[in-house]
Nanobody, 122 residues
Framework: QVQLVESGGGLVQAGGSLRLSCAASGSTFTYAMGWFRQAPGKEREFVATISWSGGSTRYADSVKGRFTISRDNAKKTVYLQMNSLKPEDTAVYYC????????????????WGQGTQVTVFS
């Protein structure tokens, strides 16, 4: 079983940047990893995913070109670099694991953590 802890959120002005981290423990780190977010009153949505090797990434259209997902398998940590932030990026951000970068969008294998709040003001 994989345990996940997200960090790095905060309050930032539109156009600014943040880097989120997700530390994994409790199991091997040979999963695809992904970031998701949930805005107030909305369902949780897919943001980005990366394969276990780091060689393959996918992004939601809304963040493509602005966000970059990466991972450090030695540290069992996945990152989300968020640039050119917009007020509509405001949400609680979560990470999770999946069998592949395709399946993780709809099927996650770990329990959801507390997430980290990102608030973007204009």
């Amino acid at each position: 079983q994989v345990q996940l802890v997200e960090s790095g959120g905060g309050l930032v002005q539109a156009g600014g940047s943040l880097r989120l981290s997700c530390a994994a423990s409790g199991s091997t780190f040979t999963y695809a990893m992904g970031w998701f977010r949930q805005a107030p009153g909305k369902e949780r949505e897919f943001v980005a995913t990366i394969s276990w090797s780091g060689g393959s990434t996918r992004y939601a259209d809304s963040v493509k070109g602005r966000f970059t997902i990466s991972r450090d398998n030695a540290k069992k940590t996945v990152y989300l670099q968020m640039n050119s932030l917009k007020p509509e990026d405001t949400a609680v951000y979560y990470c999770n694991a999946g069998v592949s970068t395709m399946m993780i969008v709809t099927t996650q294998i770990a329990s959801w953590g507390q997430g980290t709040q990102v608030t973007v003001f204009s």
